[in-house]
């Protein structure tokens, strides 16, 4: 209920501050037990009641209107809280004066309590008090902007990478198309044009999600084998191998069709078959995803790996050190390895999406 009008971050630090000034204060003035408490609790809800208008004052957009807001309320429910105090010293203080020993010689009332009071304002410094407060408020609260526009940054990022996958792959299916029917092939270049339109369809939809599961991903991949499969006919294959209960993992989207598109270029000489090889292994807390394809051609043939770089770059932006991808020959075959911390919910900083090869 009371979340509804102050912040977390607000009701901890009141107790915080609240907690530490009333112990000191008993300390201090040993016998002030009950007025302690009152000054406290009027202190809290003041407090509270602080945090709640800061709130709204630190959504102003001027950093000079907020600063000056911010401190003129702090002066001001500093006053009030010293009125207060004041007032209860005098109000309620001849109350509680028969439970305070007196001094030997001097006879406390009201209005010395209240002198006294007054007297330790200057240990109390309540501007300090609700200055600190409404500080450490506006320091947490630049420090989620600051969060928030880092991720904002991340997430472009990886959105421009993730775009890059779409003028790549779509170049080169144009340019087999434009090829099959400079042959006459016409029926194939119609099955390409139909296959590409289903691809597009699937990694159009539903982009505003920033993870998907494997098993949607390892059938996208299953629609990107049929357009290159018109271009390769009966020589590609995509075989994937059976996931050991794995297809709920949720994994950035486009993650693993570069990497079979990189296995397809150099498993490929024109002639011989390329049977491209998926299998997923799970470790400990961690999920590995290996691409394999009979390696074809010579090691100065493999290009400029500027999509298995942005692979890297992505999966960096995700998960920083806990996910890599290593790539390259490995005796007869190329073999592309991801790995990446199996998580079924979402990535460290909640923001996905990946590119070509």
Sequence with gaps: MLNRFVSRESLILAICIWTIH????????DGFRYLTLLWVTHGFLLMLLLGAMLDRVLLIRSPIARIAVSTALAIAF?????????????T???????????????????????????AKLTFKIYIWLFGFYAAILALLAAIRDIWQARLAVQHAQIEAMRLQINPHFLFNALASMEGLMTLGRTADATRMLHSLSDFYRSTLLDRDDNMTSLEEELELLQEYAAVERVRFGDRLRLTIEDLPDAGHVLVPPLLLQPLVENAIKHGDDGTSPSHVTIRVQLKADQIEILVTNPLRRSAGQYGTGTGLANVRRRLNLLYEDRAGLEAGPQNSEWLARVWLPMDSTKPPHEVARLTPS
């Design 92 to 118: 309620i203080g001849e109350n509680i004066l028969h439970e305070i020993q007196s001094p030997p010689g001097i006879e406390l009332s009201a209005a010395n309590l209240a002198f006294q009071t007054a």
């Design 78 to 90: 500093a006053a009030l809280q010293t009125a207060l105090d004041l007032t209860v010293s005098f």
């Design 22 to 29: 009333a112990l000191l204060e008993i300390w201090i003035t």
